[in-house]
């Protein structure tokens, strides 16, 4: 047999659908705001000739600046091409031949499922309580070679409170406890990157792509304690030792640096998320307050097929998973003012 029996048997994440043509695009949480000016002065000015030589192998200048922002040393930081591929590593580098599973949650990103066969690691998806919410307590009693916990929650856009995943960090203390903060630039909960001084089995997992506008750069990093990353680098160098390309190690670079730009933009998300929020459950929709850049909407009549659907009628874009539990309800992407306002109008003209 020519294909490995592995390969034969993944079931591969299923990526957001990118539209060709004119749409309003809601459906894989990306900024609706340019880079930061001084990201498009680094492309600007980026000396053509460095293409030629490989980038640093572990993108020391990014991993300076990341470090500078987030507190901590410079062997604190783990950078890779995206979140994706960070948390790809950390699933070979902490959970690989374990005899117990990794703990995550049953509606959650998608992605842990896929990695967990790719590498042959045992899982058990532990299920929300009614409202979405992490059933602590099972997080707490079962016994686990690994925890991953996306705070907030994706597609849920849920946050945890910091206690809870601290008591979990604690009841696991021999274990990798991975906290995926894709989202956590527009939560109310703070960062765990601090908690990662105290905690040695804590690896906090970030992204450039959502809050600092960098989707296409494909930029991801972690925060842990210096054991935790040198195993990461190890593996890493198993796969490859280049793996951020200069031109995404310069304007993350940049990106990371500009935090006044990265405020505003985040602020005004969350304040055009709540207004969101505040017109879809004026049209009868139920939806969790939400600490992402997205909201997870569900109508009261109206099934989440025919509204998707509809939806796209009028070019806008919206995602839907499967799952009995979620299949009627709608991640909708964040916006702008303006294509929060189409949105809001498509949603009233089809609800009638």
Known sequence: MIISRLANGLVPYTAGEQPAGKTIKLNTNENPYPPSEKVCEVLRGFDISRYRLYPQPDADDLRRAIAEYEGVNEENVFVGNGSDEVLSFAFAAFFGGNDLPVLFADVTYSFYKVFGTLYGVKYKELPLTEDFRL??????????????????????????????????????????????????????????????????????????????????????????????????????????SYPVNAVTAAVAEASIKDTAYFRDCTRKIIATRDRMSEGLRALGFDLPDSDANFVFAKHEKLSGEYLQNELRKRNIIVRRFGGERIKDRLRITVGTDEQTEILLAALKEIIG
């Open 135 to 240: 059933d602590v307590n099972a997080f707490l009693s079962e016994k686990a070679g690994g925890v991953v916990i996306a705070n907030p929650n994706a597609p849920t856009s849920i946050s945890e409170r910091a206690e809870d995943l601290i008591k979990i960090a604690e009841a696991h203390s021999d274990v990798a406890v991975i906290i995926d903060e894709a989202y956590a630039d527009f939560s109310h909960v703070p960062s765990f990157a601090p908690h990662t001084k105290k905690y040695e089995n804590l690896l906090v997992v970030k992204t450039f792509s959502k809050s600092r506008s960098l989707a296409g750069a494909r930029c991801g990093y972690a925060i842990g304690d210096a054991k935790l990353i040198t195993v990461l680098r190890t593996v890493k160098d198993c796969f490859n």
